[in-house]
């Protein structure tokens, strides 16, 4: 069973930068598509990126304007997410997800079947 857990969320400056980070235990995640999602408080839990098992395939929520970035290291089984320009409308629980199924890219919330348990980012204006 795949343990994930967030680390590197807090407070920060609009206009700030943060970089999040998920770290698998229990199991590798080396072939499984990962996934960033966020929810605001009374709002649903919407995809921010997406990664495929090796690397090669990313995928970003346009609405982003290339503000953020997914990467992973499947070595150290873990997949990050670097936040730039964060807006005050960034603020949100962030949690990682895993895919196991087959899929290449997971874009929708109902493919993953691993969820970690959040790390709130706040920025301040």
């Known amino acids: 069973q795949v343990q994930l857990v967030e680390s590197g969320g807090g407070l920060v400056q609009a206009g700030g930068s943060l970089r999040l980070s998920c770290t698998a235990s229990?199991?590798?995640?080396?072939?499984?598509?990962m996934g960033w999602f966020r929810q605001a408080p009374g709002k649903e839990r919407d995809l921010v990126a997406a990664?495929?098992?090796?690397?090669?395939?990313?995928y970003h929520e346009d609405s982003l304007n290339d503000r953020f970035t997914i990467s992973r290291d499947n070595v150290e089984n873990r997949v990050y997410l670097q936040m730039n320009s964060l807006k005050p409308e960034d603020t949100a629980v962030y949690y990682c997800?895993?895919?196991?199924?087959?899929?290449?890219?997971?874009?929708?919330?109902?493919?993953?079947?691993?969820w970690g348990q959040g790390t709130q980012v706040t920025v301040s204006s």
């Open positions: 997800a895993a895919h196991s199924g087959p899929r290449f890219l997971a874009k929708v919330r109902a493919d993953y079947d691993y």
């Open positions: 229990g199991g590798t995640i080396r072939n499984y598509p």
């Open positions: 990664i495929s098992g090796s690397g090669m395939g990313v």
